[in-house]
């Protein structure tokens, strides 16, 4: 049974950071990635990762700032966000990317970011 497992969320002021973890059990993927989801907002993209790590694809509001990255080993990706802005408040969830069915098919239970002006 496959299961994702995002933990770092919490508080902070404008500028501050946050690393994100996600820890995935039951089996390995190729493309793993974030995405986002606002109050009253649809979700939405914030970075897929290969599985070596070397091919990284942004949303447009987070280049430059945010930073995914994978331990492979440890099965773990991560999300490193810097310079956080008030609109990037939300519900972070980590996700996989399931070739068989050509979708994001897998999410993991989310976890919430709060940046305060």
């Known amino acids: 049974q496959?299961?994702?497992?995002e933990s770092g969320g919490g508080s902070v002021q404008a500028g501050g950071s946050l690393r994100l973890s996600c820890v995935a059990s039951g089996r390995t993927f190729?493309?793993?990635?974030?995405?986002?989801?606002?109050?009253?907002?649809e979700r939405e993209f914030v970075v897929s990762i290969s599985r070596s790590g070397g091919t990284t694809y942004y949303a447009d509001s987070v280049k430059g700032r945010f930073t995914g990255s994978?331990?492979?080993?440890?099965?773990?990706?991560?999300?490193?966000?810097n310079d956080l802005k008030p609109e990037d408040t939300a519900i972070y969830y980590c996700a996989a990317f399931d070739v068989n069915f050509g979708k994001w098919n897998y999410w993991g239970q989310g976890t919430q970011v709060t940046v305060s002006s």
């Open 2 to 5: 496959v299961q994702l497992v």
């Open 30 to 41: 190729n493309i793993m990635g974030w995405f986002r989801q606002a109050a009253g907002k």
């Open 70 to 81: 994978r331990d492979n080993a440890l099965n773990t990706v991560y999300l490193q966000m």
